[in-house]
């Protein structure tokens, strides 16, 4: 089979489509032919060497997937060669072939096809997972995510508006805002030219947001807080402003206020495995429904990876770069 390997840590230009041996599948899991895999952030730094995959994950880049079960592990029931499938991976989608553990599988949802389905396993989980399971975003509360384009953004803005959410984003350009806003963005402000504490205190009355999904990490942390209502929820996911802060104690003590902080891929099965059931169980529903969709920015076949990750890197992008395998 073919993978994207990563030759030795650097920029996009490390990453070739290359012969490698082939998987099979362990005992409870199942050897999925990939139809498309998608980029993420995290990618970017596996490939400049700051994010090792966990233990036991495949050492290709690739933390979701879209594809046919092509063989079952021992022990796997409920699935069928032949499946249409998408996968939430520790690594290993950039390649023609992927093991999965069924806990990470799903099926392809109503009324998506098969190659965009590989841009929904990772936003669906992240998202789901934090907003929801951590920050109990509730229907009629208010919520503001950072970096409402994103890949995670595009899902957040969804799902936070399919439960009657009220909703604030970020972003860094006109265009972007107004796709944030017919995603389903109440208040969309550009945080390059508007600070979004004064608009979020004037268009809350000064009560701030229930919840804060956060990608930035160190530099918005006292601004997070701030902009906080009483009661209010900051899940951080993203540390692309950095890792190390200062936090007044005080502001979450007078606020009754919590801050928390989660990472997807190093999760045991058991933990990634409730999270896929929540997500087929709440978010499958919705999408097919039409009420939530995959927001795919451009498909590229996976040679051009490189490609796709300087457009993640320069950031022109909205929602999700999705890698098409090569048709045999
Ligand atoms: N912890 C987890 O389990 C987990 C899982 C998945 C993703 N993530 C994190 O979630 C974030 C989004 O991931 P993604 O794959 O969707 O990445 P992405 O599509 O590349 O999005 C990155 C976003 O950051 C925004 N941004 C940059 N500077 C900003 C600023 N000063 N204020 C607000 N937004 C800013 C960009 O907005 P503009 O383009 O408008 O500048 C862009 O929308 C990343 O930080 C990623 O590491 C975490």
Redesign the pocket.
């Known amino acids: 089979m073919y993978a994207i390997t990563i030759d030795s840590p650097g920029g996009p230009e490390a990453l070739r489509w290359t012969e490698v041996p082939d998987e099979e599948p362990g005992p409870g899991e199942v050897l999925v032919e990939v139809a498309a895999t998608a980029v993420?952030?995290?990618d970017l730094m596996q490939r400049q060497g700051f994010y090792p995959p966990p233990p036991g994950a495949s050492e290709y880049p690739g933390l979701e997937a879209s594809g046919r079960i092509a063989k079952l592990g021992a022990g796997v029931a409920g699935w069928a060669v032949g499946d249409e499938v998408c996968a939430l991976l520790a690594g290993g989608g950039y390649a023609q072939y992927v093991r999965v553990p069924v806990g990470q599988l799903m099926p392809v949802p109503d009324g998506v096809d098969l190659v965009e389905a590989a841009a929904l396993p990772?936003v669906a989980a992240?998202v789901w997972s934090n907003v929801f399971m951590v920050a109990h975003l509730r229907p009629g509360e208010s919520f503001l995510v950072?970096?409402g384009?994103?890949?995670?953004?595009t899902m957040a803005i969804q799902l936070a508006k399919a439960v009657g959410a009220r909703i604030f984003t970020?972003?860094?350009?006109a265009e972007?805002l107004a796709r944030c806003r017919e995603l389903g963005a109440d208040v969309a402000i550009n945080?390059r030219d508007e600070d979004f504490v004064a608009r979020i205190a004037e268009e809350t009355g000064g009560a701030g947001v229930d919840v804060v999904l956060d990608?930035?990490g160190a530099k918005y942390l006292a601004r997070n807080v701030e902009a906080l209502a009483v009661n209010g929820r900051l899940v951080i996911?993203?540390l692309?402003?950095g890792r190390k802060a200062e936090l007044d104690l005080n502001q979450l003590l007078v606020k009754r206020a919590a801050v928390a902080a989660?990472?997807?891929r190093g999760r045991p099965l058991a933990e990634k495995s409730a999270i896929v059931a929540a997500v087929r169980e709440h978010v499958w529903p919705l999408i097919a429904a039409g009420r939530v969709r995959p927001i795919v920015d451009r498909v590229l076949p996976v040679a051009e990876a490189a490609e796709a990750h300087r457009i993640?890197e320069a950031?022109t992008?909205i929602g999700k770069i999705v890698l098409a395998m090569p048709k045999e």
């Open positions: 993420n952030r995290a990772e992240t950072h970096g384009s994103s890949g995670i953004g970020t972003a860094g350009s972007k945080y990608n930035m996911i993203g692309q402003g989660t990472s997807l993640l950031s992008h």
